[in-house]
Each structure stands twice: as C-alpha cells, then as structure tokens.
C-alpha cells in the first residue's frame, strides 16, 4: 500500500497510526500467511472500498479490511522459505532433496534474531515440503541438523532452534552441556551420544570427567529411578572401555539387578535398546533362576519387550516350555494385552507357527475381548487400545480365530462383543458382520438391537458406582477440558494446518461416543445387592464349587454381575461363557463347557450365598 492509501486509513481510524509500518508492508506482490486462510499473495489495492484483494489457496481474489489483517495477518519477508517456493522452486527442492540442513539455516534465517520455535519452524517445513513427504522426511532431517555446527537445537518444541554466530560442533556442545547440567538424568543420556561419537572419532577433548561425572550419577544421585541407574550403568561401562580405562565401578550392573524383585519394575521402564542387553545381563547373573525369572517378566511385558522376550527364550532353547505356558495362561484367563497382541500379529509366522499352533482358537478370541474390556474399564483416558486396534484392521483375525467355533461358541462371542465396554458401538456392528458373514444366523443380534430389545443387566452397586464415576469425570471434567483445549487450539491459526486442533477434535470424537456407550450401559443396568440370591440353583450371587470330573480338582467361583470379574480370584461374571453354563444348574448337576481341543466336565458339589459370605 502507497503512503497515500495508508494515510487515508490512518486518517478513518487514527488508531492504525501505531501500525503503519506494518500497513506500509502490504504492497502488491508481498506474500502473507493469514491465522484463518493461510498461504497467500497480496494482487492489489481496491482504494475505493479500501480493501487488499489477496489470492489464498482455494479462494482467489479475497477481499480484505487492511484495519482487520492487523492482528490476523503477517507479511513475510522475501526470503522465507513459504515465498521462496513461490519465487525459487528449483533451489527449494534441490535443497530439501540434497542438503536439508541448509534448508532449515536459510529458514532460519528468515526469523527475528535467526531463531524460530520447533512448533513455528516444522509448521513452515510441513508446508514446503508437504504433509504427506514431511514426517519421513524431518525424521531424517532432523539427525543432519543436529550434527550442523550452525544450528543449536532445543530440547523441547516449545524452545527455539538458532542459528549461531560462531559455529560449535555437535560433541563439543554435548561437552558443555555435562559440565553445566546438575542432573543425573541428562549427564547419562549426554555420555550416551558422547559415546556414539567416539565409535565415529568425532570427540577431540578430554572425555574422562564425563566418565567420572557419569559414575557419580550412578553410584550417588537420588534423583534417578533403578531403571535408569542399570542403563546409567551400561553406559558408564562402556564409555570406560571406549577410553581404555580399567577401573571397577560400583555398583556393578549384576548388583543392579541382584534382587530379583526389583527385575519386573525395571523392566517396566528399561530403554528399548538396552532390552536385550538386559535379558542378556539376567541370565549371566541369574543362571539358574533365569527361565523362571523370565517367563514371570513376559506375563507382566509390556510393547517390544514382550517381543524381545518371546525372541530370547526361543533362541535359547524355551521354546516348547513357551508353547506350553502360553497355552496354560490361556486356560487360567492369565494371558494379558501384550502377548495377547504378539500371539495374534505373530500367527501366520512360519517361525512361530508352531508355538502358536494351538493357541489360534476361539478362546483365544474370548481372552482378547476380555483383554479389552479390562483395559477400556481400567483406562483412566481416551487413550487407544492396540489390540481393539488390531481386532478392526485385521480383516481376518476374527474368521482365524472362529475357524474352529461351533454357532453356539461364535453367538456366545458375539454377545461378549456387543457387551464389550472397549468399543465403539459403529465399531461393534463393523465386527459383528465378521462373525455373521461365518456364523449368518448370529444376524439376530442385530435385529433384536435394532428393536431396542436390549436386556435389562444386573450389576452390582461397586461397579455401577466405578461406571457412574467415569461417566461423570467424562461429562464434569472431560469434556470441559476438551472443550478449552479445542479453544485454545483456535488461536493457533488457520485450522488446515492446526495439528492441536485436529488431535483436540479427534479426542472430543472419541469422548463424545465413550458418554454415549455409558449412557447406554446405565440406562439397562440393574442394581442388586445379591441378597435375593436361592441357592436352589445358580443364579446371579452365588459361590459355585465345583469339581473337574478329569483331574478330580475343587473350584470356587462366585458368580456377580455383568461388570463384575476377576479371573484371579475366581469372580466371573454371570454373562461370560463359563458363568452362562452354570446358571440355572443345581447340586449334583454336570456342566459341560468348551475347551481347547474339547471340553471340560464339571459337577457342581456346592452352592452358596455370595451375600451371606460378604456380610461376614
């Protein structure tokens, strides 16, 4: 805009006067970015509506107030790299393709004082580069800059990178970060690259400070779990021996992890590239106890762990001592998330095939919906769960798992499924085709659905008070905090490339259909104390014994409600396949019940009152 154009502005509204550099900035030409419309260019000045028509992407020849793009609207300088793709294409490719380093210096450079937040600066790479291309690529990217002596890197997104006035190398600021750093935490994971660079030859200074710096940290800090003390360790071992130096540290890496009660916590929270060390490191420490000590951290593991583990006992000869805990785990209902997860990743594995053999039934399918249920009841957010994740994206999980089901089995399943608490109701009917597309009169679930003919659901008044809570921290708490956070979102800008604003509204998605599904299990919910409970028969409250006709062993179980179940304890709920089968049964009744390769006979010896054992 001339000066003229911009006085007459001033002049309509003098209180523009304190922005009249910036109103000065808009000439035709000048590329901008706008918080709603994003990208565009500046094509003209309408005097006589005093408004600047700009091309946006998707919306040409865009009216807008000057006064308005104030606060809304920013003028990029000519050589940002958003301009710079309009007006250099060739050398922006040529250098995202060959040296992106130098892209991110020359974007750099383009900020006040050469420095940009990590959220400021990746917003702008993702637009030169490309949504789609940006995220493999800034992976990439990302280790080359950190290696630039030009760039200081921050440790958070909401830190600024900077281009330096003097260049530093990459080692000699991870040397002066330990020195100035007081924290254990940080001084062992700065040993940790310092290390990496040695192996290259990259470190010219005097490395042993950091040695004896790290073996403080690991023999006196307080301020590190044991998880990160053995990995501290490890570290200060290795850069020892990368520097020739023979010393004996204490505490050892065995004395670490002598105590095997401390194993399944640091386990828990061991780096993923120390795992296997670590199994290694138990075993030479532990070389008698070390199957059993593994096979208990398996039942706990968590992620790649459990995969690392699974590795380690097959390579070490366990192999069939795996195959049979597995399938013991699966009779007991002891089989968790994790190994849940492994098994059905893993079943079509020619190196597992026949580990997992026998395991790939519908029982298999009944400990995963168990498995998910659990989890979503337990979950204290939105947060997904993998093996929901898997049951939807495999399209042939379920037709795998069921191939050996008989209908009555596969109806048993699909109204677990309906019941499920860990899925979407659209998620539900998108699973239930499966079993019908096998099973087709299993089609009645949906009609009876369809009428409302759900039933009514007896709960007991501790898990109807867990479910009423949940409902209501999603309802009081958050949803509201969703809500601020969408909010908050908007004033980040243009909502097309606003990634808090996307997660926001994908987190209010899935809240709004969790408030839904407990609306829905509320409403048909029965509340019952038990008290009403014969013990004629089974019912809904009562404590089972019964005895294994094959092995001759006595069993508990008490039967609760539709939320009700602790597998460890022998508590099942009435709506499960086993607490199904023994409804309605009385004393000396056999109760047949499917299996794994068959079923299993029991008689019922006694019956009680769940009611009566609970007052007492």
């Not at 702008?124 to 290696?147: N, P, R």
């Not at 969703?482 to 994908?506: C, P, V, W, Y």
């Not at 005895?547 to 001759?552: E, P």
Request: aromatic share 6%; with cysteine.
């Amino acid at each position: 805009m001339n000066s003229e154009a911009v006085s007459a502005l001033i002049a309509k509204s003098p209180t523009l006067k304190a922005d009249k550099a910036k109103l000065e900035s808009m000439d035709p030409g000048a590329y901008v970015v706008h918080r709603s419309w994003g990208f565009g260019q500046i094509k003209s000045y309408d005097e006589a509506s005093q408004k600047l028509i700009i091309d946006f992407k998707g919306k040409k020849a865009h009216a807008m107030d000057p006064a308005f793009c104030i606060g809304t609207m920013d003028v990029l300088p000519k050589n940002h790299l958003l301009v710079r793709k309009e007006t250099e294409p060739k050398r922006i490719t040529e250098l995202a393709a060959d040296d992106p380093a130098q892209l991110v210096v020359e974007g750099l450079q383009a900020y006040p004082n050469n420095a940009a937040t990590a959220i400021e600066l990746e917003i702008t790479l993702a637009q030169v580069i490309g949504e789609e291309k940006f995220k493999k690529w800034w992976s990439a990217a990302k280790k080359l800059v950190a290696k630039d002596p030009r760039v200081a890197v921050p440790e958070k997104k909401t830190e600024c990178y900077i281009v330096r006035d003097i260049p530093v190398s990459a080692e000699d600021e991870i040397l002066e970060q330990f020195n100035t750093t007081r924290s254990a935490r940080r001084r062992i994971l700065l040993a940790e690259e310092l290390l990496g660079a040695i192996g290259k030859k990259e470190v010219k200074g005097d490395l042993t400070t950091v040695l004896k710096g790290v073996g403080d940290a690991v023999k006196d800090s307080n301020q590190i779990n044991s998880a990160e003390r053995l990995y501290g360790a490890a570290i200060r071992d290795d850069l020892a021996k990368a520097l020739s130096v023979d010393t004996a540290f204490e505490p050892t890496q065995a004395q670490l992890i002598a105590n095997v009660r401390d194993l399944p916590g640091i386990a828990e929270k061991i780096p993923v590239q120390f795992q296997s060390r670590f199994l290694n490191l138990i075993q030479e420490t532990h070389p008698i106890e070390s199957r059993d000590i593994l096979f208990n951290l398996l039942k706990t593991s968590q992620g790649k762990f459990t995969t690392e583990v699974i590795n380690f006992l097959v390579e070490h000869g366990h192999a069939d001592e795996l195959a049979a805990t597995l399938k013991r785990w699966q009779t007991e209902q002891n089989l968790r998330a994790p190994v849940l997860l492994w098994i059905v990743k893993n079943r079509h594995s020619k190196k597992f095939a026949k580990l997992l053999h026998d395991l790939i039934t519908p029982r298999l399918l009944s400990a995963i919906f168990f498995a998910i249920d659990y989890e979503a009841l337990q979950a204290s957010s939105a947060r997904r769960i993998p093996l929901g994740d898997i049951l939807s994206e495999d399209p042939d999980l379920i037709s795998d798992l069921l191939s050996t089901a008989d209908p009555e089995t596969a109806r048993d399943l699909a109204n677990t499924l309906m019941l499920n608490q860990g899925f979407e109701e659209l998620t539900k009917k998108s699973l239930l085709a499966r079993f019908i597309k096998i099973f087709p009169k299993i089609q009645s679930l949906v009609a009876a659905d369809a009428e409302g003919k759900e039933e009514q659901l007896q709960v007991s008044r501790a898990s109807y008070d867990r479910k009423r809570e949940e409902y209501e921290t999603i309802v009081a708490k958050r949803i509201p905090e969703n809500s601020k956070a969408i909010a908050a979102a908007r004033e980040h800008g243009d909502l097309r490339e606003n990634s808090e604003f996307k997660m926001a509204k994908q987190d209010q998605t899935v809240l709004m259909a969790q408030k839904a599904q407990l609306e829905r299990d509320l409403a048909r919910a029965r509340v019952t104390d038990f008290k009403d409970t014969s013990v004629d028969q089974v019912g809904v409250g009562t404590v089972v014994e019964v005895k294994n006709n094959a092995s001759g062993a006595m069993t508990t179980y008490t039967i609760l409600g539709g939320w009700d179940g602790d597998p460890e304890n022998h508590v099942i709920s009435y709506k499960t396949a086993f607490g199904a089968a023994l409804l309605g049964k009385k004393r000396g009744d056999s109760v047949k019940v499917k299996a794994v390769g068959g079923e299993d006979d029991y008689t019922i010896v006694n019956i009680s009152r769940y009611a009566d054992k609970s007052a007492s």
